[in-house]
């Protein structure tokens, strides 16, 4: 049963553009949010992180908002930039355990040139 | 230091082989993870250690045994491993406790069984 899912295999967006990569969840006890940045044959990378308390967090090019009454969080990166291209992960915290984390499926996006 | 180093970076075994991967982290992290990863899949939970305790196994094989040495720390110990277990295993670390929590990842050690 997957508790966190990002419906979106890829995404390709041009240079310069917004990219929204978007991601749902379930489970109403999950309390702290993380995207993951992943290149190919490494681990992945944190980027930004939101508490279940804010509906936003931002940190330069790279912004999160979360919609608790819809489970819907979004990454967004404005402006994009080819080194932006990755996969990226949806992660989130059960409360309840603290150190449980439930990653979602991945978005690969493309940034083109 | 703000990294997780992981050993060997890629690893080629036989079925009948033993292995150990190895993690190591300084930055006072007091849970550690393994984390397996196939192509185009996330990063599944294996084992969590917490204070350098077992705190969750989500119904790994017998034939994967971890083990924390010390709160720095983390081995996977392989043997008798079959085809399907080749991935990419992630060794991750974490503050103890509620509050911001993120996981720290090393790079990976792949794993190709023959």
């Known amino acids: 049963d997957q508790q966190v899912k990002q419906n979106s295999p890829s995404l390709s967006v041009q240079e310069g553009r917004i990219s929204i990569l978007n991601c749902d969840y379930t489970n109403s006890m999950f309390d702290y949010f993380l995207w993951y940045k992943k290149y190919p044959a490494e681990g992945p990378t944190f980027l930004i992180s939101?508490?279940?308390?804010?509906d936003k967090n931002e940190d330069g090019r790279f912004t999160v908002f979360l919609n608790k009454s819809a489970k819907h969080l979004s990454l967004h990166i404005v402006p994009s930039q080819p080194g932006d291209s990755a996969v990226y992960f949806c992660a989130a915290r059960d409360e309840n355990t603290g150190n449980q984390f439930y990653f979602g499926t991945g978005t690969s996006l493309t940034v083109i040139p | 230091d703000t990294e997780v180093t992981q050993t060997p970076k890629h690893l080629v075994m036989g079925m009948t082989n033993k292995k150990s991967l190895k993690c190591e982290q300084h930055?006072?992290?007091?849970?550690m993870y393994w984390y397996k990863q196939k192509a185009k899949k996330p990063p599944e939970l294996m084992f969590v250690y917490s204070y350098e305790k077992l705190s969750i196994n989500e119904s790994v094989p017998s034939r994967f045994s971890p083990e924390c040495p010390n709160s720095s720390l983390l081995n996977l110990h392989l043997h008798a491993l079959q085809p399907e277990d080749s991935a990419l295993y992630l060794c991750?670390?974490?503050?103890?406790?509620?509050?911001?929590?993120?996981?720290?990842f090393g790079a990976g050690s792949r794993l190709t069984v023959l």
């Open positions: 939101i508490s279940s308390i804010k």
């Open positions: 930055m006072g992290h007091r849970a």
């Open positions: 991750a670390s974490s503050q103890r406790g509620s509050g911001a929590n993120v996981l720290t």
